[in-house]
């Protein structure tokens, strides 16, 4: 084998290692990468969690403002419920 030969695989066989080298210890590593899938779902099930909760209050104020509209309609019709500031002013339908 000569020089030249010999040279060329040293070559390789280096970056071969540097190469093997950066797939375990470097910045995109299998174990970095690893890492950070196992962060990422922990991150995307926090949000669905949020999600979740965020729904769940949001139908929540939903139910309170229709229920108080209810009760205030109900109050007003049935009880004549009148605000502060409010003229109630009832109309009587006489016969003819």
């Known amino acids: 084998m000569n020089v030249a030969a010999r040279l060329v695989t040293v070559l390789l066989l280096a970056l071969l290692g540097w190469l093997h080298a950066q797939l375990w210890l470097g910045r995109g590593s299998v174990a970095k990468v690893a890492q950070m899938k196992q962060e990422l779902a922990e991150v995307q099930a926090r949000n669905q969690q949020a999600t979740a909760r965020n729904l769940q209050l949001t139908h929540e104020v939903r139910d309170l403002q229709e229920g108080l509209e209810i ?25 003819r």
């Open 71 to 95: 009760i205030e309609e109900k109050a007003r019709m049935e009880l004549g419920m009148v605000k502060p500031n409010e003229l109630l002013v009832q109309m009587a339908q006489g016969k």
